[in-house]
């Protein structure tokens, strides 16, 4: 009897082991991007020397942290923006009195981009929420032509505008602003614009699987992504580190730690365009 208890234990268990690294197999898959071009870094794939991100909120650069800081390896300069100093956000953990926290989120990305290298960064302090409602658009878009003049990138990273990585407004709006920037921007000294534009993208399986009404919508915004590279999670747990009033955030959206969610999602995406290209 004791034999027999012992197989069946033993039968169930490999069943559970078999089924957990299926599970596994399959929850890794959700995350990668069949057909894209992976490369070590994509600023030196792209000859990239001066590189502009733009977003909306002080964390936002958690998605390109590898390609920001494998950048300033290759030896690019690096510099960012970011519009609003996120102090409509929610505080995952209370950290702060909730009318200080767009002083705290700003502390929090001046201290990220440095740890990332970056050579000089931007908080714009324009309205958490309201960039669409608050802010002309022509109005916006001239702030990011401006700061193309101020910084002569080469590469712009920023949000895909039909999507947002989250369909968050506010980052829609910015990337739909530094597309229009780029497009419409009429060079008046040497200087005369970028030549590619890097949008970041989510991987698709995972937000149609796990992202609920809002990562299905993000999923089906999205362009084909053309290129891949390592995604170094080891910078993005140290940047929510540094986002301490956001440390919490991975969890509370994807129902995992930020260490467990890395141990899947780690790659970044991109959509590349060549500006002027037909």
């Avoid at 994509?42 to 590898?66: C, M, N, S, T, Y």
């Avoid at 002083?103 to 929090?108: L, V």
């Avoid at 702030?143 to 712009?156: C, G, M, S, T």
Wanted: glycine share 10%; aromatic share 8%; net charge negative.
């Amino acid at each position: 009897m004791r034999e027999t208890i012992g197989r069946l234990v033993m039968v169930i268990g490999g069943i559970m082991l078999f089924a957990a690294m299926i599970g596994v197999i399959w929850l890794d898959a959700q995350f990668e991007e069949p057909g894209v071009t992976h490369v070590p870094s994509l600023a030196d794939e792209l000859g990239a020397k001066r590189v502009l991100a733009i977003f909306a909120h002080p964390d936002d650069e958690q998605l390109v942290a590898a390609l920001l800081s494998r950048a300033v390896e290759g030896g690019a300069e690096v510099f960012m923006i970011t519009a609003t100093a996120g102090e409509a956000g929610t505080q995952m953990p209370q950290v702060a009195r909730q009318q200080e926290l767009g002083i705290i989120r700003t502390a929090e990305v001046l201290k990220n981009g440095y740890a990332l290298g970056l050579k000089a960064q931007e908080v714009w302090g324009m309205p958490d929420g309201g960039l669409e409602r608050d802010v002309p658009f022509l109005a916006l878009v001239m702030e990011i032509v401006k700061a193309f003049h101020r910084y002569e990138p080469d590469l712009v990273v920023t949000f895909w505008p039909e999507s947002g990585a989250s369909a968050h407004p506010d980052h829609m709006r910015m990337g739909l602003a530094a597309r229009e920037a780029v497009r419409q921007f009429e060079g008046i000294h040497v200087y005369q614009g970028p030549r590619h534009v890097a949008y970041t993208l989510m991987p698709r399986g995972a937000m149609r699987s796990l992202g609920g009404e809002r990562g299905a919508f993000v999923a089906d915004n999205q362009p084909d992504p053309t290129h891949s590279m390592p995604g170094d999670t080891h910078l993005k747990q140290r940047g929510w580190d540094l986002h301490h009033s956001q440390r919490d955030y991975v969890a509370h959206a994807y129902g995992a730690p930020a260490n467990v969610l890395y141990a899947f999602f780690d790659k970044e995406f991109y959509f590349v365009e060549e500006v002027g290209a037909e």
